[in-house]
């Protein structure tokens, strides 16, 4: 599975980021696809998850704030974080688990596949 994100939006606290991640080399009708992110000095960890059969999942942190969504094709997946702070700031990775079968657990550890990275910087 390769994966490549883009970041698009008002990168400014109190606006809204629209990051997208292209996906390619899986099956479109299972998937289990998440973002996580990375902050100076911190460890990186999930902030949202999405896969073919169950709901969305949310990071505490941006509970309430954010979408996970796919296109129809199934071959991007998009996080929009509305209300930004400057704690939003951090290396926002796309990720994906290629070995996720229907049925099957998708959760923010069995991830494989991950993208390059896109850095995100919140100013106030």
């Known amino acids: 599975v390769q994966l490549v994100e883009s970041v698009g939006g008002s990168l400014q606290a109190g606006g809204s980021l629209r990051l997208s991640c292209s996906a390619s080399?899986?099956?479109?009708?299972?998937?289990?696809m998440g973002w996580f992110r990375q902050a100076p000095g911190k460890e990186r960890g999930g902030v949202a998850l999405?896969?073919?059969?169950?709901?969305?999942d949310y990071a505490d942190s941006v509970k309430g704030r954010a979408t996970i969504s796919t296109d129809p094709a199934k071959t991007t997946i998009y996080l929009q974080i509305n209300n930004l702070n400057p704690e939003d700031t951090a290396m926002y990775y796309c990720?994906?688990?290629?070995?996720?079968?229907?049925?099957?657990?998708?959760?923010?550890?069995?991830?494989?596949?991950w993208g390059q990275g896109i850095q995100v910087t919140i100013s106030s």
């Open positions: 999405i896969d073919s059969s169950g709901p969305p």
């Open positions: 990720a994906a688990d290629s070995f996720f079968r229907p049925g099957g657990f998708c959760g923010y550890y069995g991830m494989d596949s």
């Open positions: 080399g899986y099956s479109d009708r299972t998937y289990c």
